[in-house]
C-alpha cells in the first residue's frame, strides 16, 4: 500500500489525530460540507469524531500543504464494483 503522495506543493498521506484542529477549521465553514455530502461541524468534539473515523479508513487521504504540513482537505478514493461508461 502507498504510504503517500507527493507533488510539488501537497502530500497526500493518511490523517492523523494531530490535523483535527486544521480539519475543524475547514469542516466548520458553512460552504465546505455541504458540497461534501454533510454538514458543517459545529464542535471540535464533532470534528474529531469524523476525523477518527476517517484515519480507520484506508481509503481516506489527508491532503496537505507540503511546506507546511498543513491540512487543507481530505479525499476519499475507492474503486466502484460497477460500470461508468465505455473506455475510450
Not at 497526500?12 to 460540507?33: Q, T, V
Amino acid at each position: 500500500m502507498i504510504k503517500q503522495l507527493e507533488t510539488q506543493r501537497l502530500i497526500l498521506r493518511k490523517p492523523i489525530i494531530e490535523d483535527l484542529k486544521d480539519f475543524h477549521k475547514y469542516a466548520s465553514k458553512s460552504n465546505i460540507g455541504p458540497n461534501a455530502g454533510w454538514l458543517p461541524h459545529y464542535s471540535l468534539e464533532e470534528s474529531k469524531h469524523v476525523l477518527k473515523s476517517f484515519i480507520k479508513e484506508n481509503n481516506v487521504w489527508a491532503i496537505t500543504l507540503k511546506a507546511y504540513d498543513k491540512l487543507i482537505g481530505t479525499i476519499d478514493l475507492r474503486e466502484h464494483d460497477y460500470f461508468l461508461h465505455e473506455v475510450y
